[in-house]
């Protein structure tokens, strides 16, 4: 069971990348930034379109915290200085999360630079959801570097106050869950404390709320998946 654990723990640093250590203090988010509830509490339209886009859905739904006119946009479907998107807000949502998929997945990022390409059945990987959170901002100012950060079963705590402290400043930090072998799902935490994190979970299009122990002990019960995996933080003294 410890040769499991062991494997598994370098297979999550490994997917995650090299770690960054002492890396201070984070940059606090936008002033202007939208509240938790904006991202409509399980309102129809928020769920992602499919069973791979759950990462999709979390990029657009942090870029709809940071950007008042993107959020309204895909609310209304009014912007200023264009006609009227007259698509349901359900399809401009879906639409909008299976365009930023592709543009994850494809050779060439966001930005413009070339990327590992990853197979869209595979849904997001976390380097790829780093990478246009850098890119276009997410709840931080765009060019923002965001990295990954592998969560062990060791170190539960440590990542607990890293993502309450990131939400403390402004920011939504998006979370990898999954069993114990593998990654399965994408949440993102738009809320939290000490004692708990409230997280927007696309497969239903609500929040759900976890506490500190259940992060803990790796027992979130999330749509299914108990265990965290991977957080992605914009990385500490790069604001933007």
């Known amino acids: 069971m410890r040769l499991l654990e062991h494997l598994v723990d370098r297979l999550r640093d490994a997917l995650a990348g090299r770690q960054v250590r002492g890396e201070g203090r984070l940059p606090a988010g936008p ?74 997945n494809r050779w060439y990022g966001a930005s413009g630079a070339l990327q590992v390409a990853w197979p869209r059945a595979l849904g997001t990987a976390p380097w790829a959801l780093a990478r246009e959170l850098t890119a276009t901002g997410g709840t931080s100012a765009p060019g923002t570097r965001h990295r990954v950060r592998a969560v062990s079963p060791r170190r ?22 999954g069993n114990r072998v593998l990654p399965r799902h994408v949440v993102l935490v738009v809320g939290g404390d000490d004692a708990g994190l409230t997280a927007y979970d696309p497969a239903t299009g609500g929040h759900t709320v976890v506490t500190r122990d259940a992060f803990d002990r790796g027992a979130l019960g999330i749509s299914g998946w108990s265990e965290p995996w991977f957080t992605i933080l914009p990385a500490a003294g790069e604001a933007h």
């Open 31 to 104: 002033p202007h930034r939208a509240r938790a509830g904006a991202i409509g509490g399980g309102r129809a339209g928020l769920v992602q379109p499919d069973t791979t886009t759950c990462g999709s859905a979390c990029l657009v739904v942090a870029r709809m915290l940071g950007d008042a006119d993107y959020a309204r946009w895909l609310e209304t479907g009014e912007v200023a200085g264009r006609e009227r998107d007259p698509r349901p807000r359900r399809r401009r949502f879906a639409d909008e999360v299976l365009a930023t998929h592709v543009r994850t």
């Open 156 to 177: 539960r705590r440590a990542a607990y106050d890293e993502v309450a402290g990131a939400v403390a400043l402004g920011h939504a930090v998006p979370l990898y869950v």
